[in-house]
């Protein structure tokens, strides 16, 4: 009996997420922000009618939370559980497409270039620029990241407690989230650095200036501050570019 629901809630969890105007939303909120549901329905390319209906569908799934803030109901995803699942599934969709055609040369992941270069896999970095970054840290030594999970080294801490990451609050406590993982990128095919680590690193990004968001879009921008900065630590002009 506990078999026959458990592949029920899977099969309930992959149509919910199969729908392309709940995919269109679920993609919106991979930046790790919340929106409303006006904001959603535009995301999506639906009326907020259509969009109420189907944001109450992923959250009585617990693919959503919703949060309320005066007058306005702000919708978010609900765990990093939910992120890691969307950004897995980007990335085996994107090699369904490679293979369909292997006699012509095919993009994988988002065609914008700003996208391509940096952006937000829910609360940690994606792209060239955070994949850069994970290989750099494990051509040093200073990480280990392997499809079972990751690890930081001695150096890799003290390293990145000299960046200025806040070491302590990465740590998971009460959680049950991993530390130090590898995810996928969606469009380099090479893993990036994701777990608390991750989010407390993209966090110190934001915090100190060295990235910025670019409003309605995962992308965010590397200021002349974090090209400095970032170059320095980890050697990554061509990153920029």
């Known amino acids: 009996m506990v078999a026959m629901l458990s592949t029920a809630a899977f099969a309930e969890t992959a149509a919910l997420v199969g729908d392309l105007t709940r995919a269109g939303m679920l993609a919106a909120l991979m930046d790790g922000r919340a929106l409303t549901a006006g904001e959603l329905a535009e995301a999506a390319g639906v009326t907020a009618q259509t969009a109420s209906g189907h944001l109450a569908q992923l959250t009585a799934a617990g693919l959503l939370a919703m949060e309320r803030q005066g007058r306005h109901r702000y919708h978010r995803l609900a765990s990093p559980a939910v992120a890691q699942m969307l950004e897995s599934i980007m990335s085996v969709a994107a090699l369904g497409i490679a293979g369909e055609g292997r006699s012509r040369a095919l993009r994988v992941g ?127 002009r061509g990153a920029f570019d």
Do not use: N
């Open 110 to 236: 988002p065609r914008d270039a700003a996208l391509r270069r940096a952006r937000t896999c829910y609360d940690h970095l994606a792209g060239q620029v955070a994949v850069a970054i994970a290989d750099r840290m494990t051509e040093r030594g200073q990480i280990e990241l392997s499809p079972d999970g990751g690890a930081v080294t001695e150096t890799g801490l003290h390293f990145l407690k000299d960046l200025g990451v806040d070491l302590d609050a990465a740590r998971p406590r009460a959680s049950r989230r991993m530390f130090c993982r590898p995810c996928l990128d969606w469009s380099e095919r090479r893993p990036h650095i994701a777990g608390s680590l991750g989010a407390a690193f993209c966090a110190t990004c934001f915090a100190k200036g060295w990235m910025r968001r670019v409003e309605g879009t995962r992308a965010v921008t590397v200021t002349q501050k974090g090209q400095t900065v970032l170059d320095l630590a980890f050697g990554l």
